[in-house]
């Protein structure tokens, strides 16, 4: 059987990634070209991301070790929400689990009558993560030991264009052409309106017979040559701007990402060995860019390093994400903004997507429905999470005002109707944010049940007391275990 040409348009995260995945599980029935031009900057500020970026670096066989070193990377055990219920409220987004589900009543329903009665702590202290996230500490922990709690859920920070790099060594290492030249023009064939070649401005071109378009925003093979129209969000994700400013690298690197609310948009901070990623995302009707750059400059913990950048966006996505022999990736295929990571989680996961429902010979019309089907599914789902945070605001702006009563997907309705009235809360399978984090999102901007389970009453008040009490004895030896974050990864970088 002949390979398959297969051309990727454009580098960066998301063109390495896909290079670097499919030459791995693909190699022998591909032949892989990926073309980009250095004179084209990629946007390059998504340095932060969730859990399953781990598993995409194991199949990769890349070490820990050896990441971290080479991209600057450091551990995020969540995302810490400053302001976003008021001027002086803060809540973690904590990966992983939180204290233990009793039956089919989870943790939370226990959690909420011993507070009632006096008998928990706050929410958080009965989450390993947000508690060493707090403390400043990490080391690898798979579970508690002698117990059936799970350890620690990590994921990392990290230089997106050292990535980038690192996966391009992988990539050639592994046989993939790399072709550095500008796309002037996309060659279709005329009789099934399929993609034929990618012509370069030096005159060259570059036949396949399957394209990955990672060409960013500009979505030059989907949405340019193939016409593939683009659904905005807009109206529930009104921000459509961010300045990023990286500054000198904290003293303390704390292992969680921060995000601060403001006037007009949030804040990011991003902690890395060699320098801190800091960022403002707002919407131009609320801030003009010098008003967010002031705001922006007021949060930077240390000296700017070089200039701030500005970037356009606009939030949504492509309608279909593989049309005809083509598949887009990354900005190409729509854009979420940045608030939770999940952008190049969205990567990985079309990638596998992709690797899954990859064509033999020729192209499936059910299988490309199938992917355009779990692809906006995904997509949806990751941006109601994102909505939620907006809409349970507890802010005072106009912008954040408008964003309470502004009219959401049906869906976070439901869910907030439901857990407001009883705590209840039901996840879709393979929706990416679990239970765990839609009640700390809920609870942290303020919504409180009314109610809980009635399996919860199960419990005596002592046997519930010393329920609580062993959670908090185990979470405790657990954390005394632990090595601080910085000595942890100056451990990691004599490995």
């Not at 593989?322 to 900005?331: D, E, I, P, Q, S």
């Amino acid at each position: 059987m002949s390979k398959l040409d297969l051309v990727i348009a454009g580098g960066g995260s998301a063109g390495w990634m896909a290079a670097a995945m499919l030459v791995k599980l693909l190699g022998p029935q591909l032949n892989i070209t990926l073309v980009e031009s250095s004179e084209i900057a990629t946007v390059g500020v998504g340095e932060a991301t969730i859990p399953p970026i781990r598993t995409f670096n194991q199949v990769l066989g890349i070490d820990e070790a050896e990441f971290l070193r080479a991209t600057g990377g450091t551990i995020k055990l969540g995302i810490e929400f400053n302001h976003w219920n008021g001027p002086h409220s803060n809540y973690l987004h904590a990966f992983g689990s939180i204290g233990r589900d009793q039956g089919f009543a989870s943790f939370h329903h226990y959690w909420h009558r011993a507070r009632a009665e006096g008998l928990a702590e706050d929410f958080w202290h009965y989450s390993l993560n947000a508690r060493a996230a707090r403390a400043g500490k990490f080391a690898p922990l798979s579970h508690i030991a002698n117990t059936p709690l799970d350890g620690l859920h990590y994921a990392y920070h990290f230089d997106a264009g050292r990535y980038a790099k690192l996966l391009q060594g992988y990539c050639l290492a592994a046989g993939v052409r790399h072709v550095d030249r500008v796309i002037e023009q996309v060659l279709l064939d005329p009789d099934n309106g399929h993609i034929q070649a990618l012509q370069l401005a030096d005159g060259a071109t570059l036949t396949g017979d399957f394209f990955i378009d990672c060409s960013g925003a500009r979505s030059l093979l989907l949405g340019d040559a193939l016409g593939v129209g683009f659904d905005d969000y807009r109206q529930w994700l009104p921000c459509d701007r961010a300045i990023a400013l990286p500054s000198e690298r904290l003293a303390k690197v704390q292992p969680f990402t921060r995000s601060s609310a403001n006037a007009g948009g949030w804040c990011w901070q991003i902690p890395l060995q060699h320098r801190t990623g800091n960022g403002i995302v707002y919407s131009a009707d609320s801030l003009s860019d010098d008003q967010a750059l002031v705001l922006l400059q007021q949060q930077l913990t240390g000296p700017a390093l070089g200039e701030a950048k500005l970037i356009r966006f606009k939030v949504g996505r492509r309608r279909q994400q593989w049309h005809k022999n083509c598949v887009a990736l990354g900005l190409a295929s729509g854009f979420l903004e940045p608030l939770e990571s999940t952008s190049l989680h969205l990567v990985q996961s079309a990638i596998t997507r992709l690797v899954k429902l990859f064509p033999r010979q020729t192209i499936n019309a059910r299988d490309v429905q199938e992917f355009n089907r779990q692809a906006q599914t995904e997509f949806e789902s990751v941006r109601d999470f994102i909505i939620l945070h907006y809409h349970l605001n507890g802010r005072s702006e106009p912008f954040w005002q408008a964003c309470q009563t502004m009219a959401v997907p049906e869906r976070i309705t439901q869910r907030v109707a439901l857990f407001k009235a009883s705590g209840r809360l039901f996840i879709e399978p393979n929706e990416l944010f679990t239970e765990p984090a839609w009640q700390q999102v809920m609870l942290g901007q303020g919504i409180m049940p009314e109610s809980y389970h009635t399996l919860a009453d199960g419990l005596s008040a002592q046997q519930l007391a010393g329920f609580m009490r062993d959670l908090d004895t185990l979470y405790d030896r657990a954390l005394n275990s632990l090595p601080s974050h910085e000595d942890y990864l100056r451990s990691q970088a004599k490995v």
